[in-house]
């Protein structure tokens, strides 16, 4: 008999197969050794990230972790700024560019302070959209030239705020939502002398796309219509506060996949900040906001979880129609300000998860269940198994399925005993298995067909929650793109989705990236004795500060990478963020940990009394109780945990 190996498969094949290099933006790679790595600087100096997985359990911090790669993120605030300062020159446009970080995007102390070091030559300034947020914003800010945009709704205090930061020199322009704003900055102004910069967010018209298409039109929760704006600039204007108008701001909602979209409301905006230019207000910044994308699943085209445009198209875009427009309208110039969230952090950070188990459907397979009389619904089934030629597949598939709810039926009706309904269930899945390998063996797959090796897909038991690690998978199916950390050079074998450890059947991942479309199943390894680790790749925006605490599990592990060619493995860890423990989540929801290890000493010692535990057991097991408080909540998978035996 001839032995069966598996063909060769390379380190290449499995960088195309999950697709690094399309969803990388020239970050993530794989190396001929199999093992998955990062360029943070894109300049050919690489991390394997499994060794920063190794060096922070060496630490003592575990996965679930969150790597956060210093150097890319810097990487990232330069290319944005030096994409607009290229397309600025290439275009002649006569303002600048003055892009500001939106706090909401990411607020992590570490995060913040990287992007304001890296935009020190640029002017690069910050946007918030809440009180706390810019409490942030001005005590982090430096230098006169950086913008603070202050978006959102805005009580007195929030209003205060700006205009503290107005007194201390800097160049704070608050975005007017709605027309009751207006008055409270006029008001507030007057009473403390201070000069503000006002901003108009404008309601346009133009359409978004994708996940966020409702932040526009006439229904959108924010901005003011057209005869708002016309109102405020009549208040304004009466008021004696004409020379504080200063910006048009537009959003039209985050990961816009269509560059389109985008130059529709470029245009629409020009337009609003001419003809207010033209009324004689100073104005000098046009605001286009966030929505500049990422390819989440590098098919480069207008599907919402990617874009069909680059950074630098999306520059020269911008550039290039402010200036058509204000030059054919004879207005100078603005400087340019963008608000580009997702695009500058989503790259920086990833997620880092073990895969624990593996639920299969397919584990019956080869047990033979021989029913004592054996019913005809069985029988059919095996006829169908070995009658394998004369059919189609998706004939044979839906024969197979009608049996199987047959079956279903029988038992329901109390006609078919346990023996008969294992034996059933088993020759389905049977033939399920071998429809699904004649499908890989001519390499061709029919739509219908696609079903079916997602029904035979197992199920890979993942140590995190997507509740508090990928909010955004679950509340708007975003996708990320996934892939293992090692084994690269290994052929992956085994379909699977992921499922995570809360006691919720929505905690899981079950759409994957694609490249025509979305899979609902990745082809991972098959699981050994070893840790088996998977990178869930940029999850650098947004994902980090939604997560909730679903099962009370709480924050993952985190660790700070910076590059360094004097260190072995060509980098450092500069922090490490310890995640939570169990008595922090309990603690949020307002239990004491004092109080619960009181209130278990009472029962214990109750126990003791009526004699069921042995007095060392009770000291023991309230020993045992009080030193989980302070262990972490994700699972502590390889050792295992539990209750000190008797006598142990
Ligand atoms: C959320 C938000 C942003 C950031 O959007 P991205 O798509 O992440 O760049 C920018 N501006 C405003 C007003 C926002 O609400």
Known sequence: MKTKTAPAWSAAQSEDFYGFKRWGSGHYSVDSDGFAVVQPQADGRTIRVLDVVNEALGMGLRAPMVIRFQDLLRYRVIQLNEMFRKAIREEGYKGDYRGVFPIKVNQLREVVDEIIAAGKDYNYGLEAGSKPELMIALAMHEGPNRLIICNGYKDHDYISLALLGRKLGKKVILVVEQLSELDDIIRLSLETG????????????????????????????????????????????????????????????????????????????????????????PMGYLDVGGGLGVDYDGSRTNFESSMNYSLEEYARDVVFNIREICNGAGVKAPDIVSESGRAVVAQHSMLVVEVFDRISKRESLGKE???????????????????????????????????????????????????????????????????????????????????????????????????????????????????????????????????????????????????????????????????????????????????????????????????????????????????????????????????????????????????????????????????????????????GSGPPKRGA
Not at 194 to 216: C, D, H, N, Y
Not at 261 to 280: D, H, P, W
Not at 448 to 456: I, Q, R
Not at 533 to 557: K, P, S
Request: charged share 25%; glycine share 6%.
């Open 194 to 281: 201070v000069k503000p910069m006002i901003g108009f967010r404008a309601k346009l018209q133009t359409q978004g796309e994708g996940k966020w298409a409702m932040s526009t039109g006439d229904n959108a929760k924010f901005g003011l219509n057209t005869a708002e704006i016309l109102f405020a600039c009549e208040k304004l204007r009466r008021v004696k506060f004409k020379q504080c108008l200063r910006l048009v701001h537009f959003h039209i909602g985050s990961q816009v996949p269509n560059i389109i979209t985008i130059k529709n409301a470029v245009i629409e905006a020009s337009r609003f900040y001419c003809q207010l230019a033209k009324m004689g207000f």
């Open 369 to 639: 269940h021989e029913p004592k009389v054996t019913h005809k619904v069985v029988t059919d089934l095996e006829v169908m198994l070995r009658n394998k030629t004369k059919l189609g597949r998706l004939e044979r598939f839906h024969d197979a399925l009608q049996k199987k709810e047959e079956a279903f039926s029988l038992f329901n009706l109390g006609y078919l005993d346990l023996e008969n309904r294992a034996a059933a269930e088993s020759l389905f899945w049977r033939i399920c298995e071998q429809i699904a390998k004649e499908g890989r063996k001519t390499g061709y797959e029919p739509e219908e067909l696609h079903d079916l090796s997602t029904l035979l897909a197992d199920q890979y038991v993942c140590n995190f929650s997507v509740f508090q690690s990928l909010l955004d998978h679950w509340a708007l199916k975003q996708l990320f793109p996934i892939a293992p950390l090692h084994r690269l050079n290994e052929r992956p074998t085994v379909n699977a989705q992921l499922v995570d450890i809360t006691c919720d059947s929505d905690g899981k991942i079950a759409s994957f990236i694609d490249l025509q479309d979305v899979k609902q199943y990745v082809t991972l390894h098959p699981l050994n004795k070893r840790p088996y680790y998977l990178g869930i790749f940029l999850t650098g925006a947004y994902q980090d500060i939604m997560g909730d605490l679903h099962n009370l599990f709480g924050r993952v592990n985190e660790v700070h990478v910076f590059l360094e060619e004097d260190e072995p493995n060509g980098f450092y860890v500069e922090e490490a963020l310890s995640g939570s423990r169990i008595a922090d989540v309990i603690e949020g929801v307002q239990y004491q940990q004092e109080e619960l290890c009181r209130r278990m000493k009472v029962m214990i010692d109750a126990a003791t009394r009526r004699d069921q535990v042995k007095p060392r057991e009770g000291v023991r097991l309230l020993e045992f109780y009080e030193s989980l408080m302070l262990s972490k909540t994700y699972l502590n998978i390889d050792r």
